[in-house]
Structure formats: C-alpha cells, structure tokens
C-alpha cells in the first residue's frame, strides 16, 4: 500500500514504522515546514492518506484528500463537531473518509462494554456518571475526542443524561478547550488531567449511594492506536462513504 502521511509527528512516525515493516511504502510527510505547498496532485500516488495532525488542520487536510480522489483515514481530534458538514462533502464527492477518535480495539470495546452497562443501569435512574481522562503534556485538546466520544456514547443510552461539559482541567500547560453543545439535560462531566508522558487513560464510573461500578481503559503505548490506523486504511482502500471502528470491527 502506498501511503500520503498529513501530520509527520508522534503518531506518523510510529504508524510509518509498523506500514514499512509490514512492505507498504510512504509517498508523501507533510508536517508544518512544508504543509502550505502541498498540492492535490502531489497526493496522487498514495492508495491512502493518513492524517494525525492538529484539531485546526484536519478539515483542510481531509478536503485536500477528497480533491485528489484519495481515500483518508483521519485520528485527529478536536475537529468532530464539523463532522455532519464534512460527511456531507465526502458523500457529495463520492469520496471516502474513516475517521476515529481513538483507533485501538480496547478503545472501541470499552465503548460497546460502556454502552451496555448503561443501557442495564438506565432504569434504575440512581446512578451519576464521570469521566476522567489523563494524558501526555503535548496534548493540545481537552477533553480527549475518546472522552467526548465515551460520554456521549453513555448519555444515549441514560434517559438522565444528554451530552457533556468539561468540568475541570489539572494541567501545568495551557490547553485548547473543546466547548460542548447547549444542552438542557444533565451533561455527563468530563476532567481532563495532563500529566507526564502517559499516551491515554480513560476512567468512567457509575456512582449510587450504595455501591460504584467502574471501568478503565489505559493504553501502554502508542501501538494500539497505529495498529488500528493502520488497519482502517486497508480496510478503506476500494470503499466509498464515511466510516467508522464499529465498522471495521463489526461492533
Ligand atoms: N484517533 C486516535 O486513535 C489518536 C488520535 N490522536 C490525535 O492525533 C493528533 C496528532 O497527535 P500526535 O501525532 O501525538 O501529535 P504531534 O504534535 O506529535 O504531531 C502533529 C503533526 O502534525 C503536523 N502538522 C501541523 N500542522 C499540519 C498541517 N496543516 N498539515 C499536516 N500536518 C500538520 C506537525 O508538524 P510539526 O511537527 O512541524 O509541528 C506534526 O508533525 C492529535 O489530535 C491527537 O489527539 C493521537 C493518538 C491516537
Ligand atoms: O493526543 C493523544 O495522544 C490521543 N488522542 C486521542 C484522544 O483525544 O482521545 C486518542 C488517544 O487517547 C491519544
């Protein structure tokens, strides 16, 4: 597989390691040196684009994609509430998108485990849910797109609850603050702790006066989140529409 990498940082290094060890070849590195004079043209080599760069660069990188006719797989966050307009495009062009906000199968079944938890917890109406996700200094969003993905997966499953807000932030560095949607329900509250060089923890919990009901998921390094990229983009080649881990993963 021929590859375009848009974003050469952490996660393009690590998935360009796994895709030349496995024989695919990367075509194109576009980091912020040389990203203003990237062209579409200059994509069309690649079989696949695979974009991991800043949350304020990942709508234009995937519109260069759908210019060049290339398939994109996007692990980006603090972009998804363009997600609808986006889609629409990617539909309009006949094009193809797989974008996650967290690409490792643990990630994804903690989300089904999650969802099914609630959906049983729900008629009992007694339970408060929290999120609490930790990560790396260098992360530039918060909450984590995971969180937001977590609560919003609970909250439709709570008659309770609808949404989420960020209701604290532990960081000694600034962070850019993703604003939830107006909600006139209860938002499923979210802290966003930045630490160290941790590559991502993710803790909900479901509290009553009686008893708590907890799950956690912690990534030990960054493989996780290539591995999934990297098996998104060859599950993507040949596909036309907007798609997703439940996808790949028959979730
Ligand atoms: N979905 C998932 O499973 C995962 C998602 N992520 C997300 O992926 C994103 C990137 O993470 P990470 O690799 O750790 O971040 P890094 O900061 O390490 O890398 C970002 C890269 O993007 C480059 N860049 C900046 N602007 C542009 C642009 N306009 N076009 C192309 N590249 C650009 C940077 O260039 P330069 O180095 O020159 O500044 C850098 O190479 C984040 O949003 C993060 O939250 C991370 C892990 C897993
Ligand atoms: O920035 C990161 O590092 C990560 N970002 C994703 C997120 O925002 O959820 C996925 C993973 O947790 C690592």
Do not use: C
């Not at 060890?21 to 576009?30: F, P, W």
């Not at 797989?98 to 089904?112: I, K």
Request: charge should be negative; aromatic fraction near 6%.
């Amino acid at each position: 597989m021929k590859i375009a990498l848009l974003g050469y940082g952490k996660m393009g290094r690590f998935i360009e390691d796994l895709a030349l060890a496995a024989g695919d070849e990367i075509v194109l590195r576009v980091d912020e040196a040389n990203r203003a004079s990237v062209r579409p043209q200059d994509l069309a080599a690649a079989d696949v684009a695979i974009e991991f760069s800043r949350p304020e660069a990942a709508v234009g990188n995937i519109d260069l994609a759908l210019a060049a006719g290339v398939p994109i797989v996007v692990g980006t966050t603090g972009w998804l509430a363009q997600l609808p307009q986006v889609s629409e495009r990617v539909k309009a062009a006949e094009g193809a998108l797989f974008w996650a906000s967290n690409f490792s199968v643990g990630v994804n079944v903690f989300f089904a485990a999650a969802r099914r938890t609630a959906e049983l917890l729900n008629p009992y109406g007694t339970y408060q849910v929290s999120i609490e996700e930790t990560h790396h200094l260098q992360k530039l969003d918060a909450p984590s797109g995971t969180a937001i993905t977590l609560a919003e997966t609970v909250a439709a499953a709570l008659d309770a609850y609808a949404g989420w807000e960020l209701s604290e932030v532990k960081s000694s560095v600034p962070q850019t603050q993703i604003t939830a949607p107006a909600s006139p329900a209860t938002p499923v509250p979210i802290v966003s702790v930045r630490e160290d060089a941790v590559p991502g923890t993710h803790h909900l919990s479901f509290d009553s006066t009686v008893d708590r009901l907890e799950l956690r998921h912690t990534a030990h390094s960054r493989a996780g989140f290539a591995e999934g990229a990297l098996a998104a983009a060859r599950w993507l080649v040949g596909r036309r529409g907007v798609f997703s881990m439940p996808d790949l993963l028959n979730l």
